[in-house]
C-alpha cells in the first residue's frame, strides 16, 4: 500500500487478555519500528527491526510484550496478560533504512488504540 | 544515551503571531534531527529534518527550524501561526546510519487562539 497498515484501529479488552496488533509497513522499507504513546508521555520506543539483524528490544517494558517481523515485512506486536497501564496508542513506523533522500525518516500509521478494562 | 528535551509542555499564541517551539537534545555524534507534527485525531507527518549543510532548514507548512551546535538546540519556528496549526509537535534525534532509533521529546502542545 502507500502508507503504513495499522490493524485494529481500536482494540478494548479485558485485564488479563492478550492482544495482537498488526502493522504492514510501506514495501521495500527496511526498517520498522513500534512506539506507545500515553497521555503526556510523548513516543515511547519499543523495538526496532532493522533488515536481518538482531532486533533491538531495549525498550519493551516488560517480558509481557514481544513482537515479531515475518519475511522482513508485516510485524506483530503482542501484549500478554494485559494490564490496565497497558493502555495507550501503539503506533507503527517504517524507514527505508540507509538509501535515499528519505534516510532515517519515519512514515507512521494512525496506530492502534488499545483499551485494557 | 541519546535524549530529546522539549521545555514547554503547552504553548498558546495568537492567530497570525509568531512561534518558537524549543528543542534541546544530547547525542554523542552528529545528530539526525527531525520535527514531527500530530494534529487532531491524525497521524504523525514529518516537518523538516536536518542532517547536515545549511543549519537553517524549511520545512513543509511554512515552518523552519535552525541547528545550533553550540547550544546542542534544534528550535522550531513559523512567522505567522494559522489556527491549523494547532497541534502537538515533537522534536526527535537519532543516527544518520540507522543503528539506533529515533528518540523523541514528550511534545509540545499548540494551542492557537482568535
Known amino acids: 500500500g502507500a502508507g503504513v497498515s495499522q490493524s485494529p484501529s481500536n482494540k478494548v479488552t479485558e485485564k488479563g487478555k492478550d492482544v495482537e496488533l498488526r502493522c504492514d509497513p510501506i514495501?521495500?522499507?527496511?526498517?520498522l519500528y513500534w512506539y506507545r504513546q500515553s497521555l503526556g508521555q510523548g513516543l515511547e520506543f519499543l523495538i526496532y527491526?532493522?533488515?536481518?539483524?538482531?532486533?533491538?528490544k531495549s525498550g519493551l517494558p516488560s517480558d509481557r510484550f514481544s513482537a515479531e517481523r515475518t519475511g522482513g515485512s508485516v510485524s506483530t506486536l503482542t501484549i500478554q496478560r494485559t494490564q490496565q497501564e497497558d493502555s495507550a496508542v501503539y503506533l507503527c513506523a517504517s524507514s527505508p533504512g540507509r538509501r535515499g533522500p528519505n534516510t532515517g525518516e519515519l512514515f507512521f500509521g494512525e496506530g492502534s488504540r488499545l483499551t485494557v478494562l | 544515551a541519546q535524549s530529546v528535551t522539549q521545555p514547554d509542555i503547552h504553548i498558546t499564541v495568537s492567530e497570525g503571531a509568531s512561534l518558537e517551539l524549543r528543542c534541546n537534545y544530547s547525542?554523542?555524534?552528529?545528530?539526525?534531527l527531525f520535527w514531527y507534527v500530530q494534529s487532531p485525531g491524525q497521524g504523525l507527518q514529518l516537518l523538516l529534518k536536518?542532517?547536515?549543510?545549511?543549519?537553517l532548514v524549511q520545512g513543509i507548512k511554512g515552518f523552519e527550524a535552525e541547528f545550533k551546535r553550540s547550544q546542542s538546540s534544534f528550535n522550531l519556528r513559523k512567522p505567522s501561526v494559522h489556527w491549523s496549526d494547532a497541534a502537538e509537535y515533537f522534536c526527535a534525534v537519532g543516527d544518520f546510519n540507522g543503528n539506533t532509533p529515533l528518540v523523541f521529546g514528550k511534545g509540545t502542545r499548540l494551542s492557537v487562539i482568535a
Open positions: 547525542y554523542g555524534a552528529t545528530p539526525y
Open positions: 536536518y542532517f547536515s549543510g545549511d543549519t
Open positions: 514495501s521495500g522499507h527496511t526498517a
Open positions: 527491526f532493522q533488515g536481518n539483524s538482531a532486533p533491538d
